[in-house]
């Protein structure tokens, strides 16, 4: 068995002992005769997974009492249209901190539902850094809640000291960089996640939501578009992404098995920093896309110096067996996404990669 290089942005590397543990359960879940795909998700079987992956992911990010968690469909993208519709009130307005793509197409599907605002923005150098505190200002109005990204997957940037501003709810897309480190909840009113990066593969989207919130939700809304239906029904009231939850809580498993998330982050800084610190020390030849002090410990962004070289640069690491390190289409370049289940051993195969290519410059 050979397994891939994999710098996948997303779906992405899915860490090994989970794919041997889905395989091994494929065809004869605990003994019930069927895989865990084939059966209802009312029964009791289904329920315990369901509930398993509810507890560790509440015990992992230490989660409050005072925020639910439920596990959605339709991505982060649905999350961009539910959050106004349940929480942008009509006098009120939705604060937007842009740092890039994604934030963009947040912003977009707010504006079509009620009255936005962008309180901060890196697109003037195209989102190479996350605004500071001291930048953002709340405007006068009755602001619902200020919506971050954490991590900005395609530019390769992340927020390292979250901003706050008091009273306000802050709503934050973690797509890309979930469970990657330790972070205090309380501190967000809601937090979501497609799960095809840190979480597992994709069809299930968590959402970490405060119960006060809740009490916002204007009355009429679509049944399915409510969070709160999915609250009071256990992420059970339609037929959730059964397969999807339990490959969730077997990557819960293996993260609480690597340590919790103290382990994963001190894993990811030191893959994070392998990278960083090739490309400065050969910083003539790769140009990391962030500014030093927003750099993402998850998707890696660089270039080489012109396109030729770029060319040739992925072309021989394909021929190596890396894959998926082209640059998003939007910005070209390079990209290593290197998201918790992807080894510190394929991260150090790439640096001795970019050092050899270098060095037959
Ligand atoms: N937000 C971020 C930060 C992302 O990286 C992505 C997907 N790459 C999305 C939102 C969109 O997620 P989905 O495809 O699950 O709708």
Aim: charged letters at 20%.
């Amino acid at each position: 068995m050979k397994r891939a290089y994999n710098f996948n942005a997303g779906p992405s590397a899915l860490p090994l002992p989970v794919l041997q543990k889905a395989q091994q359960d494929m065809i004869d879940y605990k003994g019930t005769g069927m895989s865990i795909m084939e059966m209802s998700h009312r029964s009791s079987t289904f329920e315990e997974v369901l509930n398993g992956a509810k507890e560790d992911l509440r015990s992992l990010m230490n989660i409050p009492d005072t925020h639910e968690v439920v596990f959605l469909q339709g991505g982060a993208s649905l999350q961009f249209s539910m959050i106004p519709m349940n929480f942008l009130g009509t006098n009120q307005i939705g604060a937007y901190v842009l740092t890039g793509s994604w934030s963009e197409k947040a912003l977009k599907e707010a504006q079509k539902l009620g009255q936005t605002t962008v309180i901060g923005s890196s697109k003037e150098n195209n989102y190479r850094s996350i605004p500071t505190q001291n930048e953002l200002h709340l405007p006068q109005q009755d602001v619902a809640y200020v919506h971050i990204t954490s991590n900005n997957t395609i530019y390769g940037t992340q927020w390292h000291h979250f901003p706050s501003f008091g009273e306000t709810d802050l709503i934050a897309d973690m797509s890309s960089d979930i469970l990657c480190r330790n972070i205090d909840v309380s501190k967000f009113s809601l937090i979501y996640a497609g799960a095809q990066k840190n979480l597992g593969p994709s069809g299930v989207t968590v959402a970490i939501v405060k119960k006060d919130l809740l009490s916002r939700i204007p009355a009429g809304l679509s049944t399915i578009l409510n969070y709160e239906t999915h609250v009071k029904n256990n992420s059970l009231y339609h037929t959730p992404p059964t397969f999807s939850i339990y490959m969730l809580s077997l990557v819960l498993e293996w993260v609480k098995e690597q340590g919790g998330l103290d382990a994963i982050e001190k894993q990811n800084e030191k893959k994070a920093s392998m990278l960083y610190e090739c490309m400065d020390m050969y910083g003539d030849f790769y140009t990391p896309h962030a500014d030093k002090d927003s750099r993402s410990l998850m998707n890696v962004t660089f270039t080489l110096p012109d396109k030729d070289r770029t060319t040739s640069f992925l072309q021989l690491a394909e021929e190596k067996g890396f894959v998926g390190l082209s640059g998003h289409r939007s910005v070209g370049g390079c990209r290593a996404s290197i998201y918790n289940a992807v080894p510190i051993e394929t991260c150090e195969a790439l640096v001795s990669f970019m050092e050899a290519f270098y060095k037959e410059q």
